[in-house]
């Protein structure tokens, strides 16, 4: 079928076209281009493509595209790209035991070659875990590269869970445009059906109701050539395929069967292939390409064929398939897999599934690697025990890596029973530390324990190793979350005891990182030298998880103890390093905390950057997502700003059920600051004394003195023991030294709380804070006090007075200015004022400088939107158009 | 996406022309806005000296209200969420 010219696609091709000039001006830019199935991102993106073969500066275009195969070859876009590139890039991505490699050889080449560069990712809604990856880790270092980075994927396939969903939420706002497609218009279709001879007139309306405009069906309906319109697309792609000869039929269905395009080669290996057969086929509306494989124009039309060959054949053809890929060699385990499981081959499937998974794990491609191992077991009921377990193993340890703890739950169990029978009690006894472990991610407490109990009575009757050291860390992280530290540094120690005899680094790295946060919570500050040392461990040994960890757990602890230096550069450097590593849950669990640290310093601004940042990313923890509701709402009710309630009553949802008061405690006192900043603070006590409730099993002097504090604060008793001081002295009255301390640490709002204490002189003070923070809620409170302690005129407000000239305008400025927003010319100005205009066009550009405006025009928009101008024209905001 | 009215108090009143300057002005502010996707939908001034206005906006967030009014310079005193009450309505 010849090509047809594209409709309705000049704007997006435009839009794809200042994509490309902004990327040949050297800047990095993201297009997504976006649809539902068969709406025509790969016809658009290919006369994008064919557009810039005739450009002036004409740059390069590299290809890659994500296959269908149930699961996805690990990286295969970017093995497309690196053949298009050339050179060793190819083999050196083969041979890669490690995926930075092969993502920085991928960037090198890309930012190498010439500028600019276009790289397609199509089919993006088949990502494999790897190339999701990829495109963050490309999106975050494009900006400086000139390159173009085109992805398209279904975006009606795409919800929020879907992992590429979040992916394309991180990429880099300023860098990435939207293209998304539409239907073609009824018009539109009109004008294709009159192109294909022999329709009526009225046809088209039905078409392009039947079809909805989409171009694929559209098309597909045109040549089916039936007497109605095909009711699916499915339907009019058969129709078409129903008129082909025998010998065209089959290469038709062998075709259907192997997902992406067919490779010359494969298809003569098991049928033959007389040339009109294949012209045949191409007159249906496959394609061959130049390197003679041949391919249905649309997935669409290749799932419709596949479904029309019967099951029992299409196993046989799919063993025929895997005999002549054996035979030839040099195949990815993916494909090999891929039809060995639909040929139902068990001992093909056991033979290339684990080889499959390795090669998916070296590449980080965690859920294709879990579901190698899941094929795998559907086909291992002949298996030995042990190898039946090591599959669930390996199932359990994928699942648990890309989050999904249920089946990793469900896989562990398997391994447990299997190890059990066979007698194997070192490995059932690190299963059960690993149920241990996932019960907990489960939000199941009691199992948890009971698993980790099991797994040291199992391993301890065995011969001291790495099992039972890592069981003894196990124990001591759940001790440590649960605030028990007692029990966490006794089965610490010995954990890191048994590592250092074992000389296990890892291990080591974990269980100093349990024992130096609970000592570091106890104010012990050798806990800080075991975190430090653990990180220094993990850095040195390249455990990526573990320095993420010791990161989070030395800001974090910093950050609730108002170490307000510390915490900063804890948080700069754990941040930096997570980003450097693609940690993003622990970038955005650390962000979380920069958030609160920012609340802390009074820099509200980045405050609620920091916790929007987090709240907009629909896969954030818990964990994550508690500071940043807290820190947002905080800011709000401090600002006087609405949309507080739904911010705290959802982080206190999720805060009840972990437990910890790290969580609950400082979602209750934001509870109780917001009631009693709107001056309703009995509504707060029952969360308050939910929370001091939990003190006792977890005593943190800083949470403990702030909830206490807001008891105090709210009306009811609060016992200042086990405060943290600035807190202790507030409570016991002495609002002066509360304030000092506050003042000392470099907290200026909870210094404004503390002095709201005290005299005149202190509410005074308050107030002078408050308006520089922008604390409108609390200034209202303290200026209240002072009117009730009888002070009279109280000033509305240091804002008032220097927001009428703050950004210091001289006199003479300030004349220019007042002419300026009556439109008036330098010339006309300097014989007005008696200067010279070279005086005028001075004090202009020092106006402009100082309102930080471009134009003239601009700063007579500012002049009166500050109240600087003069002169009075009369009109009001909205007046007139 | 929520409705704010923002209150903004002017020490000298407010003053725009009535003329392209004023105009623009006005435009350069909505594009402003919109660019942090606010849509400033109308405003009201006070009659006695232009000193205070009452600003109508649909925007993401408080954060972003507060956002585009520090790029324009615009004062801030207090922001409310609300919503559309018709009299006319309950007729």
Redesign the interface.
């Given at each position: 079928m010849p090509a047809m010219a594209l409709l309705e696609r000049e704007r997006f091709l435009d839009a794809l076209d200042a994509c490309r000039a902004d990327a040949a001006a050297g800047l990095g830019r993201i297009a997504l281009v976006t649809g539902e199935a068969g709406i025509g991102k790969t016809s658009l993106l290919r006369e994008f493509a064919r557009r810039l073969e005739s450009a002036a500066q004409r740059p390069r275009v590299l290809w890659g595209s994500c296959e269908a195969l149930f699961t996805p070859h690990p990286l295969a876009p970017l093995y497309d790209i690196a053949r298009q590139i050339g050179g060793d890039l190819p083999a050196l991505i083969a041979d890669a035991e490690r995926r930075d490699v092969v993502f920085n050889a991928a960037i090198e080449a890309l930012a190498r070659g010439a500028r600019p560069t276009v790289a397609i990712i199509e089919d993006a809604h088949w990502a494999d875990e790897a190339t999701l990856d990829l495109i963050k880790f490309l999106g975050r270092r494009l900006e400086r590269l000139g390159i173009l980075l085109v992805i398209s994927y279904r975006d009606d396939e795409v919800n929020p869970r879907h992992p590429l969903c979040s992916v394309v939420g991180d990429l880099p706002a300023t860098l990435v445009r939207r293209v998304p497609l539409e239907p073609l218009s009824a018009a539109a279709v009109a004008s294709l059906v009159d192109a294909a001879a022999g329709r009526a007139a009225g046809d088209a309306a039905r078409l392009h109701e039947i079809t909805g405009g989409n171009p694929f069906f559209v098309t597909e309906a045109l040549a089916a050539a039936e007497d109605d319109v095909p009711p699916t697309v499915r339907d009019a792609v058969i129709a078409r395929m129903a008129r082909l000869s025998e010998a065209a039929r089959a290469i038709v269905d062998l075709a259907a069967l192997v997902p992406g395009r067919i490779e010359g080669w494969l298809l003569a290996a098991v049928t033959p292939c007389p040339p009109d057969a294949i012209q045949e086929c191409l007159a249906i509306g496959m394609v061959m390409h130049e390197d003679g494989s041949l391919a249905f124009r649309h997935e669409l039309a290749r799932r419709a064929a596949d479904e029309q060959v019967p099951a029992p054949q299409g196993r046989a053809l799919h063993a025929r398939i895997l005999a002549a890929l054996r035979r030839h060699g040099g195949i990815p385990a993916t494909r090999l897999v891929h039809h060995a499981d639909l040929a139902g081959d068990s001992a093909a499937v056991l033979e290339f599934a684990p080889a499959a998974a390795a090669r998916a794990i070296a590449l980080r491609s965690h859920r294709e690697a879990a579901a190698h191992f899941a094929t795998a077991l559907r086909h291992a009921d002949a298996l030995p025990a042990a190898e039946r377990a090591a599959l669930f193993e390996g199932l359990a340890y994928e699942c648990y890596l890309t989050e999904q703890i249920a089946e990793a739950i469900a896989a562990r169990k398997e391994a447990l029973a299997l190890r059990r029978a066979a007698g194997d009690a070192l490995k059932e006894g690190d299963n059960l530390r690993w149920l241990s472990r996932l019960s907990w991610f489960d939000g199941n407490k009691a199992a948890s324990d009971d698993y980790a109990r099991a797994a040291i009575a199992c391993l301890s009757a065995l011969p001291p190793g790495r099992e039972l050291a890592m069981a003894y860390s196990n124990c001591a992280q759940l001790y440590m979350l649960a605030g028990d530290a007692q029990a966490a540094l006794d089965w610490g120690g010995r954990a890191i005891a048994l590592a250092e005899r074992l000389g296990e680094i890892e291990i080591l790295s974990h269980a100093l990182n349990n024992v130096g946060s609970v000592r570091l919570d106890e104010a012990d500050g050798g806990g800080r030298a075991d975190l430090e040392r653990s990180l220094r461990l993990a850095l040195e040994h390249g455990l990526e998880e573990h320095a993420a960890r010791a990161y989070t757990n030395l800001a974090s602890t910093a950050v609730r103890h108002y170490q307000l230096e510390r915490a900063a550069r804890h948080l700069a450097e754990g941040i930096a390093y997570s980003e450097a590593h693609d940690l993003d849950s622990w970038r955005r669990y650390m962000t979380a905390f920069r958030a609160q640290h920012h609340l802390q310093c009074g820099d509200w601004t980045a405050a609620a950057a920091d916790a929007d940042s987090i709240l907009r990313h629909s896969r954030a923890a818990a964990i994550s997502r508690i500071p940043s509701l807290v820190t947002l709402a905080l800011v709000r009710a401090r600002r006087g700003d609405p949309g507080i309630d739904q911010l705290l009553d959802e982080a206190w949802a999720l805060a009840l059920p972990t437990g910890e008061l790290q969580r609950i405690g400082p979602v209750a006192c934001a509870r109780a600051e917001a009631a009693w900043l709107r001056g309703r603070p009995e509504t707060a006590l029952a969360d308050l004394r939910i929370a001091d409730a939990l003190a006792p099993q977890q005593p943190d002097a800083w949470i403990i003195g702030d909830i206490r504090v807001w008891l105090v604060r709210c009306g009811a008793e609060g016992d200042d023991a086990g405060a943290a001081p600035p807190f202790a002295r507030e409570i016991a009255g002495d609002w002066r030294g509360a304030a000092a301390a506050w003042a000392a640490i470099g907290a200026p709002y909870a210094e404004a709380l503390a002095l709201l204490g005290g005299d005149e002189a202190a509410l005074r003070r308050a107030l002078e804070i408050c308006e520089r923070l922008g604390a409108a809620a609390l200034a209202f409170v303290a200026r209240r006090r002072l009117r009730a302690s009888g002070v009279r005129g109280v000033a509305r407000g240091a804002q008032e007075r220097t927001r009428r000239n703050p950004q210091g305008l001289t006199t003479s400025e300030l004349k220019v200015l007042a002419l300026l927003v009556e439109g008036r010319r330098n010339a006309e100005i300097a014989r007005r004022l008696f200067v010279s205009e070279k005086t005028v066009g001075h004090h202009v550009s020092a106006i402009l400088g100082k309102l930080a405006v471009r134009s003239r025009g601009e700063a007579a928009a500012a002049a009166m939107r500050l109240g600087l101008a003069g002169a009075r024209t009369g009109a009001v905001l909205g007046a007139e158009k | 996406m929520?409705r704010?009215l923002v209150e903004r108090?002017?020490?000298?009143?407010?003053?725009?022309?009535?003329?392209a300057?004023?105009?623009?002005?006005?435009r350069?502010?909505v594009d402003t806005y919109l660019h942090d996707g606010v849509t400033w939908v109308?405003?009201?001034?006070s009659t006695e000296g232009?000193r205070k206005?009452f600003c109508i906006y649909d925007g993401p967030?408080?954060?972003a209200i507060?956002?585009v009014a520090?790029k324009?310079?615009?004062?801030v005193?207090?922001?409310?969420?609300v919503r559309v009450l018709d009299p006319y309505f309950y007729r």
């Open positions: - | 929520p704010y108090d002017f020490a000298d009143g407010l003053h725009i022309p009535v003329n300057d004023g105009a623009k002005a006005c350069a502010m109308h405003s009201y001034v232009n206005s967030s408080p954060e507060r956002r520090a324009t310079n615009m004062p005193n207090k922001i409310t969420e």
